[in-house]
């Protein structure tokens, strides 16, 4: 068993007191909105993971390598360039949402938008309640 060494962990720091601490307003309401929206989907409390990522619920994972470590559920952070939702998962069985949402681009479990008004917020809340329905499947 390779234990995971990474430095994203969860830990105690409040997720509220950092979405306060950011100093572009649009992006810090933004980020209170994905904050709601992720509680309401998931029923889970938000949970710093880091310095900058905001996460609700946890699974634990065995990579092919014997890697392991935990990882959220699902979260969302809000970094220089874009809003990132982090939607472990794949994107493929997404595909008829993805066409809906509006401006976005996607990486490996990523979800990248500048703001919130680029996206159908309904849409957004559908596929974020899918990912998060189908991780906590995968993870009983």
């Not at 994972?61 to 952070?77: A, I, P, V």
């Not at 979800?111 to 009983?140: G, N, P, S």
Request: glycine letters at 10%; one cysteine or more.
């Amino acid at each position: 068993m390779v234990k995971n060494d990474l430095k994203t962990r969860v830990n105690k720091a409040s997720a509220t007191k950092f979405l306060n601490s950011l100093t572009d307003e649009q992006r810090r309401r933004d980020c209170f909105e994905i904050l709601e929206m992720m509680k309401k989907i998931t029923k889970e409390e938000a949970k710093m993971w880091g310095t900058s990522i905001v996460g609700f619920g946890s699974y634990h994972y065995k990579g092919k390598g014997g890697r392991e470590g935990d990882w959220m559920l699902t979260g969302f952070s809000p970094r220089k360039q874009n809003l990132v939702l982090y939607l472990m998962g794949g994107f493929d069985a997404h595909a008829d949402l993805l066409k809906k949402l509006g401006k976005f681009t996607t990486g490996v479990g990523c979800l990248y938008i500048k703001k919130l008004e680029d996206v159908d917020k309904k849409i957004l809340k559908e596929l974020v309640q899918a990912c998060f329905k189908k991780m906590k499947q995968q993870y009983k």
